[in-house]
Structure formats: structure tokens, C-alpha cells
């Protein structure tokens, strides 16, 4: 019998979560951004996921964005959070431990800077390539 593709992405999703939530103490990781959060924060953004599967491995490569968002006139303070994300995740792929998955690898891919239509909210997305396994 083959066995059954899945999908990592939840589990990705929540141990990303508890690893920034850590790294970045104290500002604060969201998935979803409650109204009365105080504008300094980072949200877990876009991920979008393709097949990179040989005959014998199922595996994803998952394009994971973050998204800084800071009450900035300046870069300084967005893109040191950017930086910190980088420390914690980019080429640490055995912090990466989902059951039944390997990461084969996680690396920084690109950030940018973008201007809030707010003059005094900086948004600056960080995106990383990561490449998961599932476990036969």
C-alpha cells in the first residue's frame, strides 16, 4: 500500500508561532491581531506550499511570510525585530521538530520595506524557503 501525502502546514504553523513567540519576548506574535494590540508586533503571514516530491519522498517547499509592523517613523526598530526573526529561524533547521516530518532545510529568502499609508507605521515582511519530509 503507498502511503498518504499530508500536508504540514498547521503544525508548521503553531511551532513557528511558539518559537517567535519566545525569541521575539516581548513583542508580540500574532495570527490573528486583536483590535486593542498596541502597534509593534509581528503577525504570521502567507504561506504558500508546492510538491517537491521524488519517487521515493513526499516532500513541500513552503514560502512562509512574516509580517513586522511597527508605530515607526524610522526603519530601526522594524527591521531589528527582521533581524532577530533571521537569528531564530534562518539555517536552524533542527528547531524545526513536527512528528512524522524532517525539515531538510529552512533559510532567509527576502525582506522588504513598505510604507503604511499611516506616515508613522512601518510594515516590513520577512519570508523564508523552508523544505519539509514527511517520514515514510
Known amino acids: 500500500m503507498s502511503p498518504t501525502a499530508m500536508i504540514p502546514m498547521n503544525e508548521l504553523q503553531a511551532l513557528l508561532y511558539s ?4 525569541a521575539l519576548d516581548p513583542t508580540p506574535v500574532y495570527d490573528y491581531v486583536p483590535e486593542s494590540a498596541p502597534t509593534d508586533y509581528v503577525t504570521l503571514g502567507e504561506a504558500f506550499a508546492t510538491p517537491d516530491n521524488d519517487h521515493y519522498a513526499f516532500r513541500w517547499q513552503i514560502l ?3 509580517h513586522v509592523w511597527s508605530r515607526s ?8 525585530t527582521a533581524t532577530d526573526i533571521v537569528a531564530t529561524l534562518d539555517h536552524k533547521r533542527d528547531i524545526i521538530s513536527i512528528p512524522g516530518w524532517h525539515c531538510v532545510s529552512i533559510r532567509f ?8 499609508p499611516d506616515p508613522e507605521i ?3 515582511p520577512v519570508q523564508f524557503r523552508i523544505t519539509m519530509e514527511q517520514e515514510a
Open 19 to 22: 518559537l517567535l513567540s519566545t
Open 64 to 66: 512562509h511570510t512574516f
Open 73 to 80: 517613523r524610522g526603519w530601526k526598530v522594524p527591521l531589528g
Open 109 to 116: 529568502e527576502q525582506v522588504l520595506t513598505l510604507r503604511d
Open 122 to 124: 512601518r510594515h516590513v
